[in-house]
């Protein structure tokens, strides 16, 4: 087989030009900028060889990173036949391949800090069972689907509900992340980027099995520090993070890990749950981060005689903004009242949000009028409180 330039000048450079359409479908960049195409021939009757380096043996995207290849190599113009050879990384070229994708940073630095773009909203709740999670992952996708790159780390230990809401679910069993060296490379779903501590404990995601991550405060931060430096989410609009319930460890963490993370707060109408819920929002700020504002969630459900049924009173999301607003320079607003929908529950239990499959859905349409609303927020600096504390 004779070299590009011998048959026909540039056929294998006009092929290596396609080939930047193929995209790895986990760190979500072309394959030509990650270093995965290497040599690539075509003899004088068209007949194109191209090899490609996988990133690891077993690589769960192989098949679909060749079929792509092939499809790019054969739509060029001059090719009459494709080969794929498929190669795997050296541990050097991968190696080399991680520290860039961390742009330089040190591999134990985290990407989210003061100085980065991206907006880290750290939602939490006074109790379990309000929905907050329910609320984080219809979020998160909305906001995707608007067109922003969103992330989302599931630090609920106790309750680690995110991938069955999300539908990364094989088996019974949380998606596992595909590992690159020491770099994790979050499983996407409906165009989020998805990190759980459920993906690295063998229990069922649909609580069949009640697994007690007994966790102490020192690992459970060591855990949610590797979630920030080892997982590779690339340039992020949002992060959302989905923070146990109450006033506990993780809510510490992340107020030391990440100060500049705006906090929302979830609570249910009921006036009992908000007043549990302010205490959230309080720890929040003696960790230096800002409350952004409340989400009340379960609120009133319509019926069909067009009476609205408070099955959790009512009043509750409004109450907790008043008290969290006191004392502070600005008011913190409630920011959306999400009503009780059964679709809403459906979808989750499903794994397919009901912000993408019903989006006319009340509650849908309230959290896609919440996404909008963030994500009209400027990507920045601008208003956001440095990571400066007086106290
Ligand atoms: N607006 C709503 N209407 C109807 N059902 C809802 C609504 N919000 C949440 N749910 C349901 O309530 C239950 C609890 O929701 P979810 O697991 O999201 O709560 P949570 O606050 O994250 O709980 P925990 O933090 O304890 O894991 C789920 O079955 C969910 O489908």
């Known amino acids: ?4 330039g011998a048959a026909d000048t540039g056929l294998a450079e006009r092929i290596r030009t396609a080939l930047a359409r193929v995209i790895d479908p986990e760190i979500r960049k072309p394959i030509t900028e990650l270093d995965m195409v290497g040599p690539i021939t075509v003899d004088d009757t068209g007949a194109a060889d191209v090899t490609i380096k996988l990133t690891i043996v077993g690589c769960p995207a192989a098949a679909s990173i060749e079929r792509d290849v092939r499809e790019a190599t054969a739509a060029t113009p001059g090719v009459t036949s494709v080969a794929v050879d498929v190669q795997v990384m050296s541990t050097a070229e991968r190696q080399a391949l991680t520290e860039r ?49 969103v992330g989302l780390v599931d630090a609920d230990v106790h309750g680690f509900s995110i991938p069955g809401l999300l539908g990364l679910v094989e088996d019974g069993l949380a998606v596992k992340p595909t590992q690159v060296g020491d770099m994790i490379l979050p499983p996407v779903a409906h165009g989020v980027k998805v990190v759980s501590i459920g993906m690295f404990i063998d229990a069922p995601t649909d609580g069949t099995t009640a697994v ?59 006036p009992a749950a908000a007043e549990v819920a302010e205490r959230s929002g309080v720890v ?53 009242s999400v009503p009780l929908s059964v679709p809403l ?47």
């Open 212 to 270: 007690a991550v007994a966790w102490r405060g020192p690992m459970l931060h060591r855990t949610i520090q590797q979630f920030l430096t080892d997982v590779f989410f690339g340039d992020l609009d949002v992060l959302l993070l989905d923070l146990p319930p109450g006033t506990g460890d993780v809510a510490i963490s992340i107020g030391q890990l990440l100060p500049h993370a705006e906090v929302l707060v979830v609570t249910t109408p009921q």
């Open 284 to 336: 929040a700020r003696q960790t230096g981060q800002r409350v952004h504002g409340v989400i009340e969630n379960m609120a009133g459900l319509p019926q069909p005689d067009g009476s609205v049924l408070q099955l959790f009173g009512s009043g509750g999301g409004e109450a907790l903004a008043a008290r969290l607003s006191i004392g502070q320079d600005a008011p913190v607003p409630l920011l959306a």
């Open 1 to 4: 087989m004779a070299d590009a």
């Open 345 to 391: 529950r459906e979808g989750g239990d499903a794994g397919l949000p009901i912000v993408l499959s019903d989006p006319t859905d009340p509650a849908a349409a309230e959290i896609l009028r919440l996404a909008g609303q963030l994500a009209a927020r400027p990507r920045g600096l601008a208003g956001r409180r440095l990571g400066v504390s007086t106290n």
């Open 101 to 149: 994708l961390r742009g330089g940073r040190s591999a134990r630095g985290i990407p989210f800090g003061p100085e980065s773009l991206t907006r880290v909203y750290a939602v939490t709740s006074g109790k379990g069972g309000v929905g907050k999670s329910t609320v984080t992952a219809n979020l998160a996708v909305a906001l995707a689907a608007s067109g922003l790159r």
